[in-house]
């Protein structure tokens, strides 16, 4: 039988592992020059605007303030240093809450049921992709390149 302090120790373990961040992808680590802090709109046609203008993608944070994992993903993705220089780089974002405002459209438009959900978005506003849930930020960001490159 198991001993209860090493299967704590075991789950512990386990957890963690999925939990702690990993690596940026090498791709997106190297060379990038856009800033550390990511610049948040609130605005559909105003994002849809600059992305046209500056022929970047769209990223569109769906949260709702209740979220405990729309939480965690701001904390270890959004404000996670290279993550954030990757997601500047190649995408003009949005926060959008589902239930107000734009975000509330949004989320109905693209049919969001769950929360957080990332949609990413051509300059026109045509969906190209959608992250379910949270997940660490190499991951993140390597789930957002395989969308930019159509996989």
């Not at 003009?92 to 049919?111: H, R, T, V």
Request: aromatic letters at 10%.
């Amino acid at each position: 039988m198991i001993r209860p302090a090493i299967l704590c120790l075991w789950v512990l373990a386990a957890v963690f592992s999925q939990v702690l961040p990993v690596t940026v992808p090498q791709a997106m680590a190297k060379g990038e020059s856009g800033s550390s802090k990511i610049a948040w709109s609130n605005n559909y046609s105003q994002t849809l605007k600059a992305a046209g203008a500056k022929k970047k993608w769209v990223l569109v944070d769906v949260y709702t303030d209740w979220c405990h994992w729309c939480k965690r993903l701001d904390a270890d993705v959004y404000e996670e240093p290279k993550a954030a220089k990757f997601i500047n780089t190649s995408f003009i974002c949005m926060k959008a809450n589902a239930e107000q405002g734009d975000g509330q459209m949004l989320a109905q438009k693209f049919g969001v049921r769950g929360f957080p959900c990332t949609l990413v978005l051509a300059p026109d506003g045509k969906l190209k992709g959608q992250i379910g849930g949270y997940h660490p930020p190499g991951e993140f960001c390597q789930m957002l390149s395989d969308i930019v490159k159509g996989k």
